[in-house]
Structures are given as structure tokens and as C-alpha cells.
């Protein structure tokens, strides 16, 4: 059973303002824009477990997070949400993966991935088409897919199903012709840079 962490913001939102900056320069009319990191690890967890994934993953300070859940306290009307294309390198994931396992002391397979995405709530008098438009524009569509939801369709499915996506993705890695697209793979610099890595390494120290 795969397993979802959202973590989000909860002192002040500079990428979300930052997204909604963006979007604005590039015509479209954003009321609120709410950018959330997701984790979807292809590993069984009890909660106590997950709890501690989750806490080391986010920064009690600055964030919060959510697992197996949707927030029902944020106000969207459409529910953005990008991630990798398959066989294209995640690193954001390989190194979130790499935490865990130092958290746990435990090596995860090659089947027990991490997947990460990135969830944009937004607010605002616009279409599902005017949506896609505006997610094809932040994305890259070479190596990354996007995802829509509505508010109602999102509460209706509880959040996005991104575990059906990730075995359709585990599928296609089993291919031979995945496992060349896998080697041959732009890699992208994340964002969940070495230095988060240092600090969270530092935390599992001092545990």
C-alpha cells in the first residue's frame, strides 16, 4: 500500500505568493495561490511511523503536514498538481528516500520508490481549460505531466489518486524500454537541496 505526505506552509508563504506572481505575469486572474510539496512512498507504514517520515521530511518550524489526507481548510476552486513524467529522474524522491532510510535504518528495494509532486490550490474566477493553460505554462512538458481537479471533484476523490498513477508508473518501469528512458533521463536539480539533507541528518542525531 502506497502512502501520501502533504506538507504545507504554515508561517509566510513566499513560493505560494511567488506562484501566484507568476501566473498573474502570465495572464491569468489568481485570487490565492497555495503550493503544497507531496511525498507518495510505494511502502506499507504504521502511523507512528509515517508520523516520524513526516516530521523529518518538513520543518516543524516553518511547516505542517498531512498524511493519507486532504486539507479541508484550504479555499480553491482547482487543484493543480505536476509531477515527473515516467523514467525521468526524480531527485527531490531519491533523496527523500534516501532520509527514510536513514531514519529507519532499513533499504528500501527499487520497488518501494518515492515520488514527489507539486500540488497548487487556486482561487479564482477561471475554467478547467484556463487551468490547463496555466499548467502547461509552469510545467515542462518534456519531462512532467500535470493533473487537474476541481474543488468538488477533488473532495469527492479525497485528493488526488496518485497511487493509481504511481502503479501505472511502476508498471512501465518493469519495461526494458523503461529501464533505458531511465538511464538516458535528463536529471534535474531539485529544490530539497543537500543542505535540508545535512540539516535533516543532523536532526536524526539528536533523536
Do not use: C, W
Not at 507568476?22 to 485570487?31: A, C, D, R, T
Not at 510505494?42 to 486532504?70: C, G, H, V
Not at 499548467?135 to 497511487?163: M, P, V, Y
Not at 529501464?179 to 535528463?186: A, D, M
Amino acid at each position: 500500500m502506497a502512502h501520501r505526505i502533504e506538507i504545507y506552509t504554515k508561517k509566510s508563504d513566499t513560493r505560494s505568493q511567488v506562484m501566484k506572481k507568476k501566473l498573474e505575469s502570465l495572464g491569468f486572474q489568481i485570487e490565492k495561490s497555495t503550493v503544497v510539496d507531496t511525498y507518495t512512498i510505494n511502502k506499507d507504514f504504521d502511523k507512528e511511523t509515517l508520523d516520524r517520515i513526516a516530521q523529518i521530511l518538513s520543518n516543524p518550524i516553518t511547516q505542517t503536514y498531512l498524511i493519507d489526507k486532504p486539507n479541508k481548510e484550504i479555499d480553491f476552486d482547482f487543484a493543480l498538481e505536476i509531477g515527473f513524467l515516467p523514467g525521468v529522474t526524480d531527485n527531490e524522491g531519491h533523496t527523500a528516500k534516501e532520509t527514510i532510510e536513514d531514519l529507519l535504518k532499513e533499504k528500501l528495494t527499487d520497488e518501494q520508490s518515492v515520488h514527489t509532486t507539486r500540488l497548487i490550490f487556486l482561487k479564482g474566477n477561471f475554467t478547467k481549460e484556463e487551468i490547463q493553460k496555466a499548467g502547461e505554462a509552469i510545467a515542462n512538458k518534456l519531462i512532467q505531466r500535470i493533473h487537474i481537479k476541481s474543488k468538488t471533484q477533488f473532495d469527492q476523490e479525497n485528493a488526488f489518486l496518485t497511487r493509481s498513477l504511481l502503479k501505472r508508473d511502476l508498471h512501465f518501469a518493469g519495461s526494458s524500454e523503461m529501464q533505458k528512458s531511465r538511464k538516458t533521463s535528463p536529471i534535474l536539480l531539485s529544490s530539497f537541496t543537500m543542505t535540508q539533507k545535512r540539516q535533516q541528518s543532523s536532526r536524526l542525531m539528536h533523536r
